[in-house]
């Protein structure tokens, strides 16, 4: 069955960087795209950023285009978000996500907590 592991989270001061990793399992990843959400509590999930099943494609939300990097790895199944300069309007827990046979697939999320 398809799992989605994400870690990596943790509390971070404003201006300091994370990395998040999503370990996945149960389906061929190189062929499928993988993208990264984030919800804060009282707010709708939202788009962070998505990576084609290559590798050749992105997409960022405004919020974060030019702070954060999506990569993968497809020999070891493996996708990260790499989050620089981060602000307390980042604060959420990051799900990572996958679109397989017809319906998404959500890991069960990371805290991420920028703080002073």
């Known amino acids: 069955q398809v799992q989605l592991v994400e870690s990596g989270g943790g509390l971070v001061q404003p201006g300091e960087s994370l990395r998040l990793s999503c370990a996945a399992s149960?389906?061929?990843?190189?062929?499928?795209?993988m993208s990264w959400y984030r919800q804060s509590p009282g707010k709708e999930r939202e788009f962070v950023a998505s990576?084609?099943?290559?590798?050749?494609?992105?997409n960022y939300a405004d919020s974060v285009k030019g702070r954060f990097t999506i990569s993968r790895d497809n020999a070891k199944n493996t996708a990260w978000l790499q989050m620089n300069s981060l602000k307390p309007e980042d604060t959420a827990v990051y799900y990572c996500?996958?679109?397989?046979?017809?319906?998404?697939?959500w890991g069960q999320g990371t805290q991420v907590t920028v703080s002073s």
């Open positions: 996500k996958t679109f397989y046979s017809g319906r998404p697939y």
């Open positions: 149960g389906f061929i990843f190189s062929s499928y795209g």
């Open positions: 990576i084609s099943s290559t590798g050749g494609f992105t």
